[in-house]
């Protein structure tokens, strides 16, 4: 009895060796480079996309058996995988077929872009004929580079065709997110329906509708429904940085990706007191399409440095827009009826139209090119406004015109080219309208610690007086440079001056008068030239006149006991003036019907258009002869 059960206890060993000696032959029929060329080519059908295998097919048997294709690449960079796994069932591969049951993508590499080309001739979805798939350590290259890295993902068929539950996690900048999606049943011809949604990183997207493939690749479409904890977070991820936003955030769209494009219509997004509707329609690249987009009421300094962001980042993008807002908050006013037709290419923006109601009942159009490729954005184009009230308008802009008379700046209406570096502004081919005068020219002014103005103008009429405060303010801070005037009439200290041309030049509280002339004032032709030093110092002019009332033009300056002096005799004069402005010697000659004079006296300036004349002896002689002789 005891020898037969010791042949028995050997019997199962031995026989299990003989099995698996018989089966480590049968594998050992298989003729790797067969299956590994059958292996390639269903793959190749079933993706209808080419496959490239960069390794030697390898058979796990541990827990398999299992086929081992190593740098596995589909399509044109489609897909790339470090390693597939394909569990296949045991006795049909020894048969020579492969009849798989499950398959791991080890190290996929997706991209998300060549995948949303995916296509075939039939146009029909492929089955999917496996009990799982499965993918680990993988990663999806988004349309800005790296999207989502460590992917991990389940997709469990209930049959061939669906429908498919998919499940997985992946890591985008360190956080985790959880990806949940049901697509249907696979039918040719026809669209298959899905739900999905995304959670982790403070985000909860969701997405539902339908994908189709279409001539030019997928067709995706539903509604698409999104929160986030974070509004600030979250638009930094999409690449606008700097929002100046605090809490959650909610937005909800129609999402469309169709023929290469992704559209986002009937778009309502809210966070921290800003509402945004529109559409957003763009390439697959991110870098090319259209987007409208009306804010409601939009503090604009508080975003000042988000904007500046993306127009640094808008290298190599072709991007249109058409952006609205009912209200800005811009230095503590409302700007209204904000509306911005642009177009960001390669860091310039071409500002097609850019029209709003600022303080002052002032309409602005703003056309023209900012240029971002410089240190500092540099614009260049053209203005149109037209103001109810400039005063306001300036004194918003921080421009207050303290010291003009308050009936003044008051109507305006301006157009002109412009440009601005941030240090020097310019303008030519300006036409102004302001109050009831009318002005041409050019000018530009430097923002710099030392300000310089250069204005060349032509003015129809204007009255000086108004605006003489203006001007002593501006020499009291040392503003340089040069003034150009011309102007049909002029009114200066109630007096009319007609055809007048004056250049001047500032520099260091020294005024260069490069030339004066007048056609008439009092009856007089008068033209000078010189150097003036408005801190006090010696000042130095030289002048000529003719009249035929001289009267007129003594009683301009202050002396008024020269009534008696005849008219239409023609008088001329020339003479130096030298000194002080507030005690200025009068020197020169006189030419009148009583003979050659000589020209003396003093001049004294109270101030901006303000001065007095006191006659010399010699001159007085000749004013009292005049006299004499008139009566």
């Given at each position: 009895m005891r020898?037969?059960?010791?042949?028995?206890r050997w019997w199962?060993?031995a026989?299990?060796?003989l099995?698996s000696?018989?089966?480590f032959g049968?594998?050992?029929?298989i003729?790797?480079d067969?299956?590994?060329?059958?292996a390639v080519?269903?793959v190749?059908?079933w993706?209808?996309?080419?496959?490239?295998?960069?390794?030697r097919?390898?058979?796990?048997?541990?827990d398999g058996?299992v086929l081992?294709?190593?740098?596995?690449?589909?399509?044109?960079?489609m897909l790339?995988v470090?390693?597939?796994?394909?569990?296949v069932?045991?006795?049909p591969?020894?048969?020579?077929?492969l009849?798989?049951?499950a398959?791991?993508?080890?190290?996929?590499r997706?991209?998300?872009q060549a995948?949303?080309?995916?296509?075939?001739a039939?146009g029909?979805?492929?089955a999917?004929?496996?009990e799982?798939?499965?993918i680990?350590?993988g990663?999806?290259?988004?349309?800005?580079?790296?999207?989502v890295e460590?992917?991990a993902?389940?997709?469990v068929?209930?049959s061939?065709?669906g429908p498919f539950?998919?499940?997985?996690?992946?890591?985008?900048?360190?956080?985790?997110?959880r990806l949940?999606?049901t697509?249907?049943?696979l039918?040719?011809g026809?669209p298959?329906?899905?739900?999905?949604?995304v959670?982790?990183?403070?985000?909860?997207?969701s997405?539902?509708?339908?994908?189709?493939?279409?001539?030019?690749g997928?067709?995706?479409g539903g509604?698409l429904?999104?929160?986030?904890?974070?509004?600030?977070?979250?638009?930094?991820?999409?690449g606008?940085?700097?929002a100046?936003?605090?809490?959650p955030?909610?937005?909800?769209?129609?999402?469309?990706?169709a023929?290469?494009r992704?559209i986002l219509?009937?778009?309502?997004?809210?966070?921290?007191?800003?509402r945004?509707?529109?559409?957003?329609?763009l390439a697959?690249?991110?870098r090319?399409g259209?987007?409208?987009?009306?804010?409601?009421r939009?503090?604009l300094e508080?975003?000042?440095?988000?904007?500046?962001?993306?127009?640094?980042?808008?290298?190599g993008?072709d991007?249109?827009?058409?952006l609205?807002?009912?209200?800005?908050?811009?230095?503590?006013?409302l700007?209204?009826?904000?509306?911005?037709?642009?177009?960001?290419?390669d860091?310039?923006m071409?500002?097609?139209?850019?029209?709003?109601?600022?303080?002052?009942?002032?309409?602005?159009t703003?056309?023209?090119r900012?240029?971002?490729?410089?240190?500092?954005p540099?614009?260049e184009?053209?203005?149109?406004?037209?103001?109810d009230?400039?005063?306001?308008a300036?004194a918003?802009l921080?421009l207050?015109p303290?010291g003009?008379?308050?009936?003044r700046l008051?109507?305006?209406?301006?157009?002109?080219?412009?440009?601005?570096?941030?240090?020097?502004l310019?303008?030519?081919?300006?036409d102004?309208k302001?109050?009831?005068?009318?002005?041409?020219?050019s000018g530009?002014?430097?923002?710099?610690?030392?300000p310089?103005?250069?204005?060349?103008l032509?003015?129809?009429?204007?009255?000086?007086d108004?605006?003489?405060p203006?001007?002593a303010?501006?020499?009291?801070?040392?503003v340089?440079?040069?003034v150009?005037?011309?102007a049909d009439?002029?009114?200066?200290?109630?007096?009319?001056?007609?055809d007048v041309?004056i250049?001047?030049?500032l520099?260091d509280?020294?005024m260069?008068?490069?030339?004066?002339?007048?056609?008439?004032?009092?009856?007089?032709?008068?033209?000078a030239?010189?150097?003036?030093?408005?801190?006090g110092g010696?000042?130095e002019?030289?002048?000529?006149?003719?009249?035929?009332?001289?009267s007129?033009?003594?009683?301009?300056?202050g002396?008024?006991d020269?009534?008696?002096?005849?008219v239409g005799?023609t008088?001329?004069?020339?003479g130096?003036?030298?000194?002080?402005l507030?005690?200025l010697?009068?020197?020169g000659?006189?030419?009148?019907?009583e003979?050659?004079t000589?020209l003396?006296g003093a001049?004294r300036?109270?101030?901006p258009?303000?001065?007095?004349?006191?006659?010399?002896?010699?001159?007085?002689?000749?004013i009292?002869?005049?006299?004499?002789?008139?009566?």
């Open positions: 020898p037969r059960r010791r042949r028995r199962g060993p026989l299990a060796v099995i000696a018989a089966a049968l594998f050992a029929q003729d790797l067969s299956v590994r060329g059958r080519d269903a190749s059908a993706l209808g996309h080419p496959v490239i295998l960069g390794g097919l390898g058979i796990r048997f541990s058996p081992l294709l190593p740098e596995l690449e589909v399509g044109d960079k790339s470090r390693e597939v796994r394909i569990a069932r045991l006795w591969l020894l048969l020579g077929r009849e798989p049951k398959v791991t993508l080890v190290g996929p997706f991209r998300l995948l949303a080309s995916w296509r075939s039939t029909e979805w492929p999917l004929p496996i799982r798939l499965e680990v350590e990663t999806l290259d988004g349309l800005e580079g790296e999207m460590q992917l993902l389940t997709i068929p209930a061939p065709t539950d998919i499940r997985g996690t992946g890591r985008r900048n360190g956080e985790v997110l949940e999606v697509l249907g049943r039918e040719p026809r298959v329906g899905f739900a999905s949604r959670q982790g990183a403070g985000i909860d997207a997405l539902a509708g339908a994908v189709n493939r279409g001539t030019d997928l067709e995706l509604p429904k999104l929160t986030a904890a974070d509004a600030a977070k979250f638009l930094a991820r999409i606008i940085v700097a100046p936003l605090a809490g955030a909610k937005a909800e769209a129609k999402f469309a990706w023929e290469g992704v219509s009937e778009l309502a997004f809210e966070a921290g007191g800003l945004v509707t529109g559409r957003i329609d697959e690249s991110l090319a259209e987007t409208q987009l009306a804010f409601g939009l503090e508080r975003w000042r440095e988000t904007i500046a962001g993306l127009l640094g980042g808008a290298g993008r991007i249109s827009a058409l609205s807002a009912e209200a800005v908050d811009l230095r503590g006013a700007v209204r009826q904000v509306r911005a037709e642009i177009r960001l290419l860091r310039q071409a500002l097609r139209q850019l029209s709003a109601l600022a303080p002052g009942g002032t309409e602005i703003i056309f023209g900012i240029d971002s490729t410089a240190t500092a540099v614009y184009g053209e203005v149109d406004l037209v103001s009230n400039l005063r306001l300036l918003w921080g207050e303290t003009i008379a308050p009936d008051r109507r305006a209406a301006a157009s002109f080219r412009m440009s601005f570096d941030g240090r020097r310019t303008m030519t081919s300006l102004l302001l109050d009831t005068s009318r002005m041409r020219g530009n002014l430097a923002l710099t610690p030392a310089r103005v250069d204005l060349r032509a003015v129809d009429r204007m009255t000086l108004p605006y003489l203006l001007l303010a501006a020499i009291a801070a040392g340089g440079g040069t150009a005037v011309s009439a002029l009114t200066w200290q109630g007096l009319g001056l007609r041309e250049e001047i030049g520099a509280r020294v260069d008068l490069h030339r004066l002339r007048i056609a008439e004032v009092a009856g007089a032709r008068f033209a030239a010189g150097r003036v030093a408005l801190d010696a000042s002019l030289s002048f000529d006149l003719t009249t035929s009332r001289p007129d033009l003594l009683r301009l300056f002396n008024g020269v009534a008696g002096i005849p005799k008088m001329a004069a020339a130096r003036l030298n000194g002080a507030a005690d010697a009068l020197t000659a006189i030419v009148s019907p003979g050659t000589g003396d001049v300036f109270a101030g258009g303000v001065a007095v004349f006191e006659p010399g002896p010699e001159l007085r002689r000749l009292d002869a005049l006299a004499a002789r008139g009566r």
